[in-house]
Nanobody
Framework: QVQLVESGGGLVQAGGSLRLSCAAS????????MGWYRQAPGNERELVAR???????ILLDSVKGRFTISRDNAKNTVYLQMNSLKPEDTAVYYC????????????WGQGTQVTVSS
């Protein structure tokens, strides 16, 4: 069973930066996609950033130009660099991964809180 463990959340002032990390218990090369979702209180979970194995990246419109997603295959880790943070970025951020193959198993991390103060 694959485990995803997030870290790097915290409290930051508006305009600040944070880097989230998602470490997988196995090789991330087995995943077709890896990404980050977030969920604020009272809101549905939304996709923030997704990276496909071939390198294609999808970003939520409201974070374009501020957030970047990257990965380190050797460390089996995916990152979300968040710059110019805004109070509306406050949410629990979840790492997500989907495997290749017909079953396309999906995995979620436990979530990490990001709070941006104004």
């Amino acid at each position: 069973q694959v485990q995803l463990v997030e870290s790097g959340g915290g409290l930051v002032q508006a305009g600040g930066s944070l880097r989230l990390s998602c470490a997988a218990s196995g090789s991330i090369l087995s995943f077709n996609t890896m990404g980050w979702y977030r969920q604020a209180p009272g809101n549905e979970r939304e996709l923030v950033a997704r990276m496909f194995s071939g390198g294609t990246i999808i970003l939520l419109d409201s974070v374009k130009g501020r957030f970047t997603i990257s990965r380190d295959n050797a460390k089996n880790t995916v990152y979300l660099q968040m710059n110019s943070l805004k109070p509306e970025d406050t949410a629990v951020y979840y790492c997500h991964a989907k495997e290749f193959g017909p079953r396309q198993n999906e995995y979620w991390g436990q979530g990490t809180q990001v709070t941006v103060s104004s």
